[in-house]
């Protein structure tokens, strides 16, 4: 029997439950959180094998070991203000998440810059339109 693969609607809701983790985070603790969340077992590598994945996981571990992830204890402050501030700290940590991902883009696209010029491929060549599609070709035949 095949094991499941992750789409990539899967793949965001794990991105999402790591960027608001609270606590210790250990891919055990993970894989059973993805298990209960989308209803199907994982294993750490499979989880692992996506960037966006492995990205997020490495800035939340990062996170934790800082002790920015821990709620307010403060009596001072009221539940919505702990609510607002733990919000912020989720939307930080999607922050850092996306700026990952933009930089991994851009190295991307300087390795591609590179191969173009060495081929003397241009930016016209680059930026022409795609051909457009003949749909009922076959059916003309």
Do not use: C
Request: charge should be positive; aromatic fraction near 6%; glycine fraction near 4%.
């Amino acid at each position: 029997m095949p094991k499941p693969k992750l789409s990539p609607n899967d793949i965001d809701q794990i991105v999402n439950q790591l960027t608001s983790w609270r606590g210790k985070l250990t891919w055990d603790l993970l894989v059973d959180k993805v298990t209960a969340a989308l209803g199907r077992p994982y294993s750490r590598q499979a989880l692992d094998a996506h960037d966006d994945v492995k990205i997020a996981f490495d800035l939340a571990k990062k996170r934790v070991r800082e002790g920015k992830s821990a709620s307010p204890a403060s009596p001072d402050i009221s539940p919505e203000l702990a609510t607002a501030l733990d919000r912020v700290e989720t939307l930080r940590a999607e922050v850092a998440v996306l700026k990952q991902q933009r930089d991994g883009f851009l190295e991307t696209f300087a390795v591609w810059l590179y191969n173009a010029r060495n081929r003397g491929i241009t930016e016209r060549d680059l930026n022409q339109l795609l051909p457009a599609v003949e749909r009922h070709r076959s059916a003309k035949k």
